[in-house]
């Protein structure tokens, strides 16, 4: 019989009654967590009324997750560690594509839109913008027949779920690349957005005066059977947050170039992707 005789001693004895899970992989993950959890307290003398505010922030995370909202994935994001899931499990091919983060407004089921379509179907106003790139494989060969889904926020920062102003589904679309794996759509320039502060990730933000604002940016999710899913952001190059974004999602690789054409008045962005080979698995999507 083993009991408890120290602090220490805690871990070796609830690490025991984890050995006989049947699944490995849940096995070694739970006990390393389990593992890093008591390190955490013994290191930091974790303190009761310190514990009860953590367990406070998981139960609030939770509560503030509803129909439109995704308090958990947003907590996940501002901790970093969406980010980091998301590049380790995406190698910097050459050619420069590189994921980042979900983030929380990703919906399954955009409308199918043709070559050109405009996603902005709500009379919001703000500077049209022109958006085109194509999609290759590892080895520089354009793929026909991929599907774009794009989604961004309104000219004020708004996603159309959060925006009683926006018809359902706006400023969202999927388009498929032509034979030479191109894609084009047009809408309008997003701005850049707070992360939701009304919940426990705003008070942490505030706590720990960090701001909540998201550099602008337009979301892709690109896809095809027999490549791994890509999903990415490519931010607005001339967006002052690009250095500072709470999620932490840019990198050198998704600063895209947002020009604005001296003549029409149209911003112009041309990014262009690379998919690896590999199974096509689509995320549970954060909201509906
Ligand atoms: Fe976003």
Redesign the pocket.
């Known amino acids: 019989m083993t009991l408890i005789t120290s602090p220490e001693s805690i871990l070796d004895i609830t690490t025991a009654a984890m050995q006989s899970t049947e699944n490995e992989r849940l096995k070694t993950l739970i006990i390393s967590l389990t593992t890093h959890l008591h390190q955490f307290v013994l290191e930091n003398q974790l303190t009761e009324l310190e514990f009860e505010k953590a367990l406070q922030f998981i139960v609030g995370i939770g509560q503030a997750t509803g129909k439109n909202t995704n308090e958990v994935v947003l907590a996940a994001d501002i901790l970093g560690v969406s980010s980091l899931v998301s590049t380790i499990n995406n190698l910097d091919l050459d050619g420069g594509s590189y994921a980042a983060l979900l983030?929380?407004?990703w919906r399954k089921n955009a409308p199918l839109c043709a070559w050109g379509e405009n996603i902005s179907r709500s009379n919001l106003g703000g500077q049209p913008i022109e958006v085109r790139g194509c999609i290759y494989d590892e080895f520089k060969k354009p793929i026909a027949g991929a599907i774009v889904d794009v989604?961004?926020?309104s000219p004020v920062g708004f996603?159309e779920n959060q925006d009683d102003q926006q018809v359902d589904m706006n400023l969202r679309g999927r388009f498929e690349t032509n034979e030479r794996g191109e894609f084009f759509f047009t809408s309008i320039r997003?701005a850049g957005?707070p992360v939701p502060t009304n919940g426990p990730c705003g008070e942490l933000l505030r706590a720990q005066k960090r701001h909540p604002n998201?550099p602008a940016?337009?979301?892709f999710m690109i896809s095809k059977p027999g490549y791994k899913v890509l999903i990415t952001?490519v931010f607005d190059s001339t967006d002052t947050n690009l250095d500072s974004d709470p999620v932490f999602?840019v990198s050198k690789q998704l600063v895209g170039e947002y020009r604005t054409d001296a003549v029409s008045g149209v911003c112009q962005l041309n990014h262009s992707f690379v998919l690896q080979a590999g199974e096509m698995v689509f995320p549970a999507p954060p909201i509906p």
Do not use: A, E, K, L
Request: aromatic letters at 26%; hydrophobic letters at 20%.
């Open positions: 983030g929380p407004f989604w961004h926020s996603y997003p957005y998201r940016h337009i979301h952001q999602g």
